[in-house]
Structures are given as structure tokens and as C-alpha cells.
């Protein structure tokens, strides 16, 4: 906005600096005073200076539409930056809405698997162990992980010896790539 500004400005001062150019070099052409208040009786230069002065009359037509050109379109500009403006605050109040989301769902999730995890925790270690030899071992790893070590050590001792030692291998390497202090 302040950048528009600046280059309304200086698009003004240019223009006065070129009517301030074109007025001196007329009326030195003529031999005149830089005056556009010529009495209509002037000697033999009333037609020139007639001339000058309908010039810069024109001039300050084209000057007045681009003034009122420049001032449209800052108009406009004010409207679209008004737009942006709301746009980014629905953006942002849609972002935080959809973190608000996610993050009662993994806290929904969280508590679905605390419970799964206490319920194969309630169970005898051979029943868990039956349906944990169906699981897939990364799932399996994360189920004995919440639950109390003796829980998932009988049930661990119930599995195929192979399996065991890949749930167990997964448990271990879960938190190798976490930042350290």
C-alpha cells in the first residue's frame, strides 16, 4: 500500500515537472514571462500563447484522468486487500480448527488402543497370545508396549520363538531415531 503511494507520487511530482518544462520552453520560445495570465490583447504573441495555454489545459485534462485512473484502481486495490485479509483469517481459523480436530482423534485413537491394550492385558496369556500370533508384529510390538512387563513377558513366552524375537526387535528399535540431548 505504502509502495503505491510512493509511485503516485512520484508519477505526480514527474508530472508537474514536465508541466513546469513544457511551460518554460513555450514561453521562451516566445520571449514572455513564465505567466499564463495573458491579457487578451497581448501584441503579436496572443496566438502562441493561446496555443500554450489550451496545451497545458489539455494536459491538465489527461493528468486529472490518470489521477482519477490511479485513484480507481487504489479503490480497487483497498477492496482486494480487504479480501485477502478475510481470506487469510478464515485460513487460519480453518488451520486451527482442523489441528483442534486431529488432535482430539489421535487422542480418541490413543485411548482406543490404551484400552485394547488393557483388555489383552485382562486376558489369559494363552488366549492373547493366540490372537497376537495373528496380528502383524509391528501392530503386536505396540499392544505389548502399553501394557505391564509380566503381561507381555507371558504372552511373548507363548509365541513362536521367531515371532517373539521379531515383536521383541521392533519394541527395541521403535525410539532409535529419536533426538538425544
Given at each position: 500500500?505504502?509502495?503505491?503511494?510512493?509511485?503516485?507520487?512520484?508519477?505526480?511530482?514527474?508530472?508537474?515537472?514536465?508541466?513546469?518544462?513544457?511551460?518554460?520552453?513555450?514561453?521562451?520560445?516566445?520571449?514572455?514571462?513564465?505567466?499564463?495570465?495573458?491579457?487578451?490583447?497581448?501584441?503579436?504573441?496572443?496566438?502562441?500563447?493561446a496555443a500554450v495555454l489550451a496545451a497545458l489545459q489539455s494536459r491538465e485534462g489527461q493528468v486529472a484522468a490518470r489521477e482519477g485512473a490511479v485513484a480507481d484502481r487504489l479503490r480497487a486495490l483497498d477492496v482486494i486487500e480487504q479480501r485477502v485479509t478475510a481470506q487469510l483469517a478464515a485460513l487460519?481459523?480453518?488451520?486451527?480448527?482442523?489441528?483442534?480436530?486431529?488432535?482430539?482423534?489421535?487422542?480418541?485413537?490413543?485411548?482406543?488402543?490404551?484400552?485394547?491394550?488393557?483388555?489383552?492385558?485382562?486376558?489369559?496369556?494363552?488366549?492373547?497370545?493366540?490372537?497376537?500370533?495373528?496380528?502383524?508384529?509391528?501392530?503386536?510390538?505396540?499392544?505389548?508396549?502399553?501394557?505391564?512387563?509380566?503381561?507381555?513377558?507371558?504372552?511373548?513366552?507363548?509365541?513362536?520363538?521367531?515371532?517373539?524375537?521379531?515383536?521383541?526387535?521392533?519394541?527395541?528399535?521403535?525410539?532409535?531415531?529419536?533426538?538425544?540431548?
Amino acid at each position: 500500500m505504502r509502495t503505491l503511494q510512493v509511485v503516485v507520487g512520484l508519477l505526480a511530482v514527474s508530472g508537474l515537472i514536465r508541466f513546469g518544462l513544457v511551460a518554460g520552453s513555450a514561453t521562451a520560445a516566445e520571449g514572455l514571462p513564465p505567466s499564463l495570465d495573458l491579457p487578451a490583447s497581448a501584441e503579436d504573441g496572443c496566438g502562441a500563447s493561446a496555443a500554450v495555454l489550451a496545451a497545458l489545459q489539455s494536459r491538465e485534462g489527461q493528468v486529472a484522468a490518470r489521477e482519477g485512473a490511479v485513484a480507481d484502481r487504489l479503490r480497487a486495490l483497498d477492496v482486494i486487500e480487504q479480501r485477502v485479509t478475510a481470506q487469510l483469517a478464515a485460513l487460519a481459523q480453518a488451520d486451527a480448527d482442523l489441528a483442534a480436530t486431529m488432535a482430539l482423534a489421535d487422542q480418541a485413537a490413543g485411548n482406543d488402543l490404551a484400552t485394547l491394550a488393557a483388555v489383552y492385558q485382562e486376558m489369559k496369556p494363552e488366549e492373547a497370545a493366540a490372537i497376537f500370533t495373528a496380528m502383524d508384529p509391528v501392530f503386536a510390538a505396540g499392544f505389548l508396549a502399553m501394557m505391564r512387563p509380566q503381561t507381555s513377558a507371558a504372552i511373548l513366552a507363548r509365541l513362536e520363538p521367531a515371532q517373539a524375537y521379531g515383536i521383541t526387535a521392533i519394541i527395541a528399535g521403535r525410539n532409535t531415531g529419536a533426538p538425544t540431548l
